[in-house]
């Protein structure tokens, strides 16, 4: 059986592992709100805008502070168009009509 070394100066010692607490985000991480303040994410410190936009669904982020840090800080999301809102209400009445053939 073979024994290990467990002292001396080229030994590596053991260390205890990191605790991670849900919903804190590192120091060397730049935390992402969406535009009602909820927390979505984290990035590292050279993210754009894009990057963030996977996060929030919104292009227009902007990076601020929140919390006396910097985050990145979403979009609210815009108001669909006319065209958008009547082709929302088209799907909408296709699907609920769906089966109701009346001859």
Not at 14 to 43: E, F, L, S
Not at 61 to 72: F, H, I, S, V
Not at 78 to 92: D, F, H, N
Request: glycine share 10%; no cysteine.
């Amino acid at each position: 059986m073979t024994k290990y070394r467990v002292h001396g100066p080229d030994v590596l010692q053991t260390r205890p592992p990191k605790k991670i607490t849900p919903g804190t985000v590192p120091a060397n991480k730049v935390p992402i709100y969406d535009h009602k303040g909820r927390p979505r994410g984290q990035v590292g410190p050279l993210a754009t805008s894009a990057t963030v936009s996977r996060f929030t669904g919104t292009l227009s982020n902007t990076l601020g502070k929140k919390d006396g840090r910097a985050a990145w800080i979403g979009a609210a999301p815009s108001k669909p168009s006319v065209a958008q809102r009547q082709a929302i209400e088209l799907r909408k009445s296709l699907r609920t009509a769906k089966g109701s053939n009346s001859k």
